[in-house]
């Protein structure tokens, strides 16, 4: 079995702490991206099916909205 010969340092786990947590941070923002786009309807990348109108549909759903432009 491999046994490290020294101490890591203080310093160095903080970095790799951080590291680690960075990935995290920016893997939940770009879900929750996604999830927010999905909801509104701007994704571009992501194609959701439409529930069917009988009522019966199962899982989630994406709500339509209309979007308004301001032309004057």
């Given at each position: 079995?491999?046994?490290p010969k ?8 903080r970095i790799?702490k ?11 923002l770009?879900?929750?991206s996604?999830?927010k786009s999905?909801y509104?309807?701007?994704s ?6 439409q529930?069917?109108?009988s009522?019966n549909s ?5 709500r ?9």
């Amino acid at each position: 079995m491999a046994v490290p010969k020294k101490r890591t340092s203080a310093s160095k786990k903080r970095i790799r702490k951080n590291v680690w947590k960075g990935k995290g941070y920016w893997t939940a923002l770009k879900a929750f991206s996604l999830g927010k786009s999905l909801y509104i309807g701007n994704s571009k990348s992501f194609v959701v099916r439409q529930p069917n109108s009988s009522g019966n549909s199962k899982g989630f759903f994406v709500r339509q909205t209309n979007k308004i432009s301001n032309k004057t």
